[in-house]
């Protein structure tokens, strides 16, 4: 849980505002927003990684440093695998587990459970971008955590891979973890998490159900048929685009706009209702409103 937490760096940058936010057990929190809008800050923040300038970072009430155990706490991954080029994967687990008194049976264990078993006596210098991301994850698991906090995890992931951490993700909050999970794509954690957290340059814009935020967006309409461009539309709705026999609509429920079809005797071939562009919401949501938005889209540096 984060309490109006801000983080200001020597150089004058505000790298976090005021933000408050928390992400409850048994479900996946999506930590949303673009290259620098202060997600990485925050979770070092959470991790005792950087010392906040005001406000408070907590893990179930307590600071991270002030965790007995951490790592049967809360398990993170903030960079993909810091492990040494020359080691291998159950080498790199073994040590941290054995520095924290996990068996070596939990080491095989998370290997399995990230997929690396086959990989694991292999150098991890070998190891493509995607299978430290793995690596990482199953440092994070290692300790059996009930809090995961997990930055950027999807980078340098496949489609593949990519499906497979959404399957991991949903199994872990499906045993009760609180997984908080960030991303700068929105569609990469869509199909995944249940509430979603968005900031922008450092100050938050929505927390809430990813299922309240679509509710929100506007509703659109789309209908299709051989002339449907003959369709006239009453003066508050708008044909948002029109292209191959098929229209979408704006400012009407699908019942009107298949009402006033009917009415004008057009042959339909399809009436749908399309949920709010959720990638349209999110850049909305998060674009700067003033056009010094440099700092925002310029830095980003590699995640
Ligand atoms: N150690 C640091 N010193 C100075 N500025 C930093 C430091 N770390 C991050 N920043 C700045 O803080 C802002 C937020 O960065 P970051 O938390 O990495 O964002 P994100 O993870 O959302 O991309 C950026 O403007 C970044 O340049
Ligand atoms: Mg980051």
Known sequence: MVEHLTK??????????????????????????PNG???????????GLVAQTEGKATIDGVTYREIENPITVVGASLEASGAHPARTARNHLRMIASAAKITDSRVSEVLETVGLTAAADRKVGGYSLGMRQRLALAVALLGDPKVLILDE?????????ISWLRTFLRHQASKGVSVLV????LSEVQQTVDDVIIIRSGSLVYQGSLHALTEG??????????????????????????ANGETVI???????????????SLELH??????????????????EESPTNQSVNGKGGPE
């Open 250 to 264: 704006t400012g009407a429920t699908i019942e009107e706009v298949g009402r006033a079809a009917f009415e004008q």
């Open 217 to 242: 967006g506007p509703a659109e309409v789309v209908v299709r048929g051989p002339n449907i461009d003959q369709l006239v539309l009453p003066g508050q709705w708008s044909r948002k685009s029109v």
């Open 270 to 287: 399809e009436l749908s209702a399309k949920s709010a562009d959720l990638e349209q919401l999110f850049l909305g949501l998060t674009a």
């Open 182 to 185: 960030s991303s700068h794509v």
């Open 37 to 47: 809008a202060g997600k990485t800050t925050t979770l070092r923040c959470l991790l």
């Open 8 to 33: 200001r760096f020597g150089s004058g940058v505000t790298a976090v505002a005021d933000l408050s936010f928390s992400a409850a057990p048994g479900k996946v929190t999506g930590f949303l927003g």
């Open 153 to 161: 995890p999807a980078n340098g992931l496949d489609p593949e891979g």
